[in-house]
C-alpha cells in the first residue's frame, strides 16, 4: 500500500447524450444523462483506492451545493478530501456531450486560480501525480522529486512540468513537438525525468527514455465511453510503478486499466477494474 498524493480536478460531469457525431452547424437530439462523479482527481484516484492504497486530492470546489456534492461523493469513494480547499462562489458544472460512438466533446467554465498552500512532508508520500494547472505545482514537484516519484500529465500550455514520469496523449503532442520526442519532454520536465510516456488510444502507447524507444500495445476494448481513459492509464502506471514493476511492464498494467474505463459508461473506473483488482 503506497500513500499517493494527487493534485488534480474533481468535477461534476453534466452528461448529454447526442444522437449523432458532432460537426459545424449541425442539429441534435439529446438525452440528458444526469450527473456524475468526474475529474482527474476521481478519474485516477478511485482505481487507486480499489488497489489499496491511500490517496489524497488537493484542489479546490465552490461552497455551494455541487461542491458539496463533490466533496461527499468523493469520500464515499474512499478518497482523503482534507486537503481539498473550498472557495467563495459556484462550483460550475462540467458539460460532457457524448455521441453513440463514444467520443465526447467537454465545455467547462472558467476556474479561478487555485494557489497550492505549502507543500507537506514528502517523506510521507510515495507518489505525487500533477494533472492540474494549479498555481506552485511545479515548486511542490520539485520539492518532492528528491523523496518519491513524481509523475505528471503534460500542461496544456507551455508551463514547466518537473517530474521522473511525463505523460501527455498524442493529440497534446501536436504542433508542440517538432523533433526528438525524449528532449521535447526534458525541456518541459528537466534532467531528473526518467520516462516520456505518449498514449494513442487503440494504436498503444510510445515509451521514450535515455536509453530507449519503445511501442507497448493497448488491450483490445469495445469503446463505450473514453472520459477518463488518461486518468485510468496514469492511475494504472503509478500502480504499477509502486509495485516496483519495471516500466514497461507497468504500462502495460496501465493499458488494462484504461481498457476498462473505455469499456464502461463512466468516467472513473467500473466494476471491471474493480473486479480485476479483486482478483489480483
Known sequence: MAN???????????????NHPIKTGGRFHYKDGGQ?????????????VWAGHQVSLVTEVGRDDVGD???????????????????AGSTGE?????????????????RPKFELPLPPNWQNVDVLYINSSSEGAASWAKTAMPYCWVVAQLAKDQRARP??????????????????????????????????????????????????????????SQVVDTTGA????AAGLIH????????????????IWSGFAV??????????LKHYLTAE
Not at 36 to 48: C, Q
Not at 71 to 85: H, R, V, Y
Not at 240 to 255: C, D, G, R, T, Y
Open 94 to 110: 462540467m458539460l460532457l456531450m457524448m455521441t453513440p460512438d463514444g467520443e465526447r466533446t467537454i465545455i467547462r467554465p472558467e
Open 230 to 233: 488518461g486518468d485510468a492509464y
Open 69 to 87: 456534492w463533490l466533496l461527499a461523493e468523493a469520500s464515499t469513494q474512499g478518497i482523503n478530501c482534507s486537503l481539498i480547499q473550498r472557495r
Open 263 to 272: 469499456a464502461c459508461n463512466s468516467s472513473i473506473p467500473g466494476k471491471g
Open 240 to 255: 504499477a510503478l509502486v509495485s516496483q514493476k519495471e516500466i514497461v511492464a507497468a504500462m502495460q498494467e496501465a493499458a
Open 36 to 48: 456524475r462523479l468526474g475529474g482527474g482527481g476521481a478519474n485516477t484516484g478511485i482505481g487507486l
Open 163 to 220: 517530474c521522473h514520469v511525463l505523460i501527455a496523449s498524442l493529440s497534446d503532442m501536436q504542433g508542440r513537438c517538432e523533433g526528438d520526442p525524449w528532449e521535447f519532454a526534458k525541456s518541459i520536465s528537466g534532467n531528473d525525468l526518467k520516462y516520456f510516456v505518449v498514449t494513442d488510444g487503440e494504436n498503444g502507447a510510445m515509451l521514450y527514455s535515455a536509453a530507449e524507444s519503445v511501442l507497448v500495445a493497448a488491450v483490445p
Open 4 to 18: 499517493i498524493l494527487l493534485v488534480a480536478n474533481l468535477n461534476c460531469d453534466r452528461i448529454f447524450l447526442l
